[in-house]
């Protein structure tokens, strides 16, 4: 995992619980030997900044720009490479989770993170949280991103985090197809491993 990259970026600041960077966190986090660049976090922070009150048909284009400065961080080539997906039972996330962890996939899960000794209530407390595996069958997993509520510490089950999930509206809108991220609650991406040197 990239924790030395992450841990040297909150030292700086350019990371942490303050910052809206957990969704660059978690993948930077769970990506080994992947290194997110400083420029990504800060690129993404002014994404945040200045799209995120926006209504998602209008934020979308930005979207993807940004997955696309993301996705070479990662190993990848493009926001093409990132997969969306929605589930709605502990028993979904179980077997989608299971099936990544075999076929070496990362996981980023959106869960309600409200804090009710940190957060002002009535806000929107989306935060992503990247799942390290501990074991395979039964599934088990550490998260891993900027900050973890409490109860989200330790080895956990996809039953453990499934009560934190976002539930996304699963309204049909015309631009679904085109931005499939836009009612998924979880990210997933191929863990980029490099070549063995023969």
């Known amino acids: 995992m990239s924790e030395s990259n992450y841990r040297r970026l909150r030292k700086l600041g350019i990371t942490g619980r303050d910052t809206p960077t957990c969704f660059i966190a978690a993948c930077d986090r769970i990506a080994p030997p992947a ?25 979308n284009p930005a979207y993807i720009d940004i997955l696309n400065v993301l996705a070479p961080d990662l190993g990848l080539d493009t926001h093409k490479d990132f997969g969306f997906d929605n589930v709605n039972t ?27 000794n940190y957060d002002a209530p009535g806000g929107d407390y989306c935060h992503a949280v990247g799942l390290v595996l501990v074991n395979l069958e039964p599934a088990r997993f550490i998260l891993r991103s900027t900050y ?22 699963q309204k049909k809108e015309p631009y679904i197809k085109r931005y499939p991220f836009n009612n998924a609650n979880i990210t997933t991406f191929p863990i980029y491993r490099p070549p063995e040197a023969s």
């Open 90 to 116: 502990a028993r979904q996330l179980g077997q989608l989770v299971k099936m990544c962890f075999r076929r070496d996939i990362g996981v980023v899960l959106d869960i309600d993170a409200f804090d009710p």
């Open 35 to 59: 290194r997110v660049e400083a420029m990504t976090y800060l690129l993404y922070t002014g994404y945040v900044e200045t799209h995120d009150n926006m209504p998602k048909k209008a934020r």
């Open 148 to 169: 973890l509520p409490r109860g989200l510490g330790g080895v956990l089950t996809p039953t453990d985090v499934f009560a934190w999930l976002q539930h996304q509206d």
